[in-house]
C-alpha cells in the first residue's frame, strides 16, 4: 500500500518569503507528526496531531512556524517569512494509533534551502 | 534535562564483522526505546523497539538490542553485517512526560567495506 508522501521533495526559497510543505498520512492513520532535520543533527519534534484533539505546537522554534492539518488527512506545513536557519529536511511521519508505542511510518521528506 | 546520545557519528565496518551502535540516554524515570534506520534515499523506518518486558530484543535484518537500565544504554548489534545494511541509524526514546513525543538521537551512519 502507499507510503507516507511529501511534496515538494526539494524546495529552493528566498530568505523572506514563505513556504509550504505539504504531507499525506497513511490513509487511517489517526496520528502525524512533523519533524525537522537539520544538517549533522537528530530529528527535533515540531508539532503533532492526534486525531481530533488540539495538536502539540511545542516543538515549535517561533510563531513563523504553523501547521494545519484536516481531519485525519493531509497537512501543511507553513513557514513564514523563511530564515537561512529554517534551512532543513522537514520529516512527516503518521501511526495508526495516537501512543509513542505506536510505530511511526515516516515520509522521505521535504529539502528545504533558503538562500 | 533528559537527552538521547549517539557517540559515533561514523561507523566503518568490515562486511561480515559484527557491529554495535551505542545510545544512552538520561532519564531517572521508566522510557520507551526505539532504533530507526534510514537506507540511502529512503525515509526512517522502524527496526526495533524497548516497551517492557525482555531486555532483548530483536528487530528487522538481524538487528537486536539490549536494554541496560543500570547503564541507561540500549545498544544496537548485529553478528554479521552485510552491504545493504549501510544506512544511517537514529536512536530515540520516549522519557513518558505525559506526551507522545519522541527524542531523537544526532545518528549513527554505518559504513560497510566490502
Known amino acids: ?115 | 534535562a533528559q537527552s538521547v546520545t549517539q557517540l559515533d557519528s561514523q561507523v566503518p565496518v568490515f562486511e561480515e564483522a559484527p557491529v554495535e551502535l551505542r545510545c544512552n540516554y538520561s532519564s531517572s524515570v521508566s522510557v520507551y526505546l526505539f532504533w530507526y534506520v534510514q537506507y540511502p534515499n529512503q525515509g526512517l523506518q522502524l527496526l526495533l523497539k524497548y516497551l517492557s518486558g525482555s531486555t532483548l530484543v530483536k528487530g528487522i535484518n538481524g538487528f537486536e538490542a539490549e536494554f541496560n537500565k543500570s547503564q541507561t544504554s540500549f545498544h544496537l548489534r548485529k553478528p554479521s553485517v552485510h552491504i545493504s545494511d549501510t544506512a544511517e541509524y537514529f536512536c530515540a526514546v520516549n522519557f513518558l512526560r505525559g506526551n507522545e513525543k519522541l527524542t531523537f538521537g544526532t545518528g549513527t551512519r554505518l559504513t560497510i567495506i566490502p
Not at chain 1, 510543505?21 to 507528526?33: E, W
Not at chain 1, 501512543?99 to 529539502?111: E, M, N
Open chain 1, 1 to 115: 500500500g502507499a507510503g507516507v508522501s511529501q511534496s515538494p521533495s526539494n524546495k529552493v526559497t528566498e530568505k523572506g518569503k514563505d513556504v509550504e510543505l505539504r504531507c499525506d498520512p497513511i490513509s487511517g492513520h489517526t496520528a502525524l507528526y512533523w519533524y525537522r532535520q537539520r544538517l549533522g543533527q537528530g530529528l527535533e519534534f515540531l508539532i503533532y496531531f492526534q486525531g481530533n484533539s488540539a495538536p502539540d505546537k511545542s516543538g515549535l522554534p517561533s510563531d513563523r512556524f504553523s501547521a494545519e492539518r484536516t481531519g485525519e488527512s493531509v497537512s501543511t506545513l507553513t513557514i513564514q517569512r523563511t530564515q537561512q536557519e529554517d534551512s532543513a529536511v522537514y520529516l512527516c511521519a503518521s501511526s495508526f494509533g495516537e501512543r509513542s508505542t505506536d510505530t511511526q511510518y515516516f515520509g522521505p521528506g521535504t529539502r528545504l534551502t533558503v538562500l
